[in-house]
């Protein structure tokens, strides 16, 4: 399957988006912050269709979108814990001009489905290069700041005491979890964006205690069901996001019984 | 020089004054206990000394200069602690994560801090708890790794927030007991704030006492009388020995330092 273009292209992208969307979800699941990740993505749904609507390329005004987001997520803070009416009807409205710019733009059916389930066969050259340059960026960011996150997210008081921004910390890493969001949406499209940045981390929280191992353990997860994936949907003709999301759901389950075994055993 | 020193300390928090013209001062070494009731000031009060509260007036001076965030000379055990109790880290590496967290960069601890974060953790008898997920974890050993993190960097000042709340009795003398030992031999001056006194009778070397804006230092004797109290309270209130325990009564009943017995 290597030797067409486009596989090959699906391939680094795809590899591209796990290397970034397992390290941030990492930082994501020990945050408890999941639920942002997925508010993000369909606030970007709006950014990926307006920009569409402009003849502009998705993957920009998608990540316009969920930058936005992410910062205005991040400055409300703590007023947004226990506003689930208000940020679930922000992004009701996020999804209903999402549909809105679908419909003023006319063959939308097409492009909708890619924005909304995936599409990494369809990525093109000049997306790669974007995806390479976002990936890169992206991950300079989270190392930068990966050591005051950790101690804002693990122990934010003494954190604070101990003279760590824990606003800036939330607000840097939220405006990573945005390009993080726009460059997996690129794959598994919008509404699937879960299964690769929260499945692998979430798994890989269950299988090691160690935060380097557990980091690197999402990250090989997200490659691993990212690259089988694109292969079996390849061999089966199947979309490649329902492989991956059906890889991430059984990684993860069956990280739950492996669990399940150790306590049962004492 | 005073460990910690407060001058005509006035603290107002939300528009509502917690601390008054607050003088006190406390020598290097010492283990203070801190008490008074909900809202009296006692996480206020660290929280002042820590810098993350500013006095509206007077002066507070720690090791002899103002406070701010980032002392390296405070280790700090916050009373509102994040539930940590779901994850499967390890006990050691959430003890690591205090270790220079305030830096920029990959959390990569490098052979001294990795014999910072080992001695921190065999100071507080933690070294079976290391390798162990936090989620397997009871509250008496949750609480000696938090303990470990905040004596991370080699503090000489150590503020505790309400660390025997929810511990049953017996970890509860474990606790004190750890704790004055590491104040021994480390000569560091402790603040510990709790709700019932009788705890920390045999640890403490002086006694805070909080309320209505006021504090009243001084050993145990000077402090936990009826006069001193009532005057602190601005009602009667009674100090009975009982078996070598002391229990404060209010005109109301048994005031707070018996309150939460019912609970232990």
Redo the contacts between chains.
Sequence with gaps: MLEYDFMRTAFIAGGLVAIIAGSVGFFLV?RNLTFAGHALSHVGFAGATGSVLMGTSPLWGLLAFTLAAAVAMGLLGDRLRGRDVAVGIVLSLALGFGVLFLYLYSTHATQATAILFGNVLGVDLETLRDLCMLTGVSLGAL??????L???????????????SLWLVSVLFLVVVAVAVAEAAQVVGVLLVFALMVGPAATS??L????GL?IGAAVLLALAETWLGIALAYITDWPTSFWIALLSCTAYFLSLTRRAKLVARG | MFAIELDRVTIARAGHTVLAHVNVAIHAGEFIGVFGSNGAGKTTLLQAILGLLRPSTGTIKVLGVAPARGNPAAGYLPQQRVSVSDLRLSGWDFVASALHGERWGLPLTGRAGRLDVNRAIATVDAETLASRPLCELSGGELQRLLLAQALIGKPTLLLLDEPLLSLDPRFQQATVALVKRIQQAERITVLFTAHELNPLLDAMDRVLYLGQGRAALGTVDEVMRSDVLSRLYGSTIDVLRVDGRLLVVSAQGLAETDAHRHHA
Aim: proline fraction near 7%; charged fraction near 15%.
């Design positions: 020990l190392a930068f700041i990966s050591r005051p950790l101690f804002a997210t693990l122990a934010p008081e003494l954190a604070e005491a101990k003279g760590v929280l269950r090691t205690s160690h935060i557990a």
